[in-house]
C-alpha cells in the first residue's frame, strides 16, 4: 500500500508567509513562545551572570528558554561561546576561539551546585583546533559537577570529535548518565547544514558511545526541506546504531544570514514522527515543534 495512505490525517504545513520586522518568515500560531519572567528566571539570569557562564539557551536563541530558566535550570556552554564550525543553522558565533579557561569547570559545578538542580546539561561549542578536541575539560567539568552535587543527574551533549576516539572516551566517561551528539538534519541535506560534518562519522560516534556503555540521544532539525522518508531512513539508521532517544523540532532561522526555513511543520506530523521513531526502534522519543536537545531531558535519565 502506498506510504501516503497508511498515514493518519495531518493538517498541512505552513509555508512561510510574510516577513517579520527583522526579514524573516513569520511563525504559525503553535509557535508562539511567552517571555521569561518570574523569581525563579532571574534567579538563574544572576548566576550566570555572576559566574560568567555561557549558556545555550541564549547563545542558541532557544525558544524555551523561559519555561526552562523559570524551573531552575539551563544548559551550560563550556569551552567559550566561539566555535570553529560554521554550521549554516547555527547561532553561536564562528571564528578562531581564545585559549579556554581551566577554572571554567570550577565556575559551572559550583553554579549547579547553587542552583540546586536534580538535572544538568552541558554542552559545548566546537574546539577542532585543539588537540584533544576539549575533552580535559569535558571530562574535568563533569568530575567536578558530580563532586559537588552527588546526587545530581548529568547529560552531556558533545560535539562531533572527527573520529578522535581517544577524545571520545576521555569525554564520555567521567560519569554522566546520558551522552547526546546532534546528527541535527537528515543525510541528504549534511552538505549544506552541516559542511564540516559527515554523516556516516557522527551515526559511529553515536554507535561508540553505546558501545562504551552509555544512554545515548541524538536531536534533529525539522523544516529544512527533508522529506518523510529521508527522516524515517535518519531514525533507521539511529536505531540500527544503538541511539535509544531522540528529539525533533522545527528549525527556526536565527538570523537573516542562515538557512531559510524551508516550512513549519505541523503538530500532528510531530506526532507522527514521535510515533514512527518509537515503531522503528528508539525507546523515547520528544517531537514537536518547540522541542529542543535539552528540552525535558530529565526525562531522558532512565529510558
Partial sequence: MDEMMTLPVIQPNAKPE?????????????????????????????IVDEYKLHTICESGNCPNMGECWGAGTATFMILGNVCTRSCSFCAVATGRPNEYDVDEPRRVAEAIQLMGVKHAVITSV???????RGAAIWHETVRLVKELSPATTIETLIPDVKASWDALITMISPGQEVVSHNMETVKELYRRVRPQAKYDRSLEQIRRTKEYGKRTKTGIMLGLGETREQVYQAMD????????????????????????????????????YREEGLKRGIKYVESGPLVRSSYHAERHVHV
Avoid at 566546537?126 to 584533544?132: A, H, P, S, T
Fill in 126 to 132: 566546537n574546539r577542532d583546533e585543539l588537540k584533544d
Fill in 18 to 46: 510574510g516577513l517579520n520586522a527583522l526579514g524573516q518568515p513569520r511563525k504559525p500560531n503553535w509557535l508562539r513562545v511567552k517571555l521569561p519572567v518570574g523569581k525563579e528566571y532571574a534567579k538563574v539570569r544572576n
Fill in 237 to 272: 539508521d539511529l536505531a540500527a546504531n544503538g541511539c535509544d532517544i531522540l528529539t525533533l523540532g522545527q528549525y527556526l532561522q536565527p538570523t537573516k544570514l542562515h538557512i531559510e526555513v524551508a516550512e513549519f511543520i505541523h503538530p500532528d506530523l510531530f506526532e507522527h
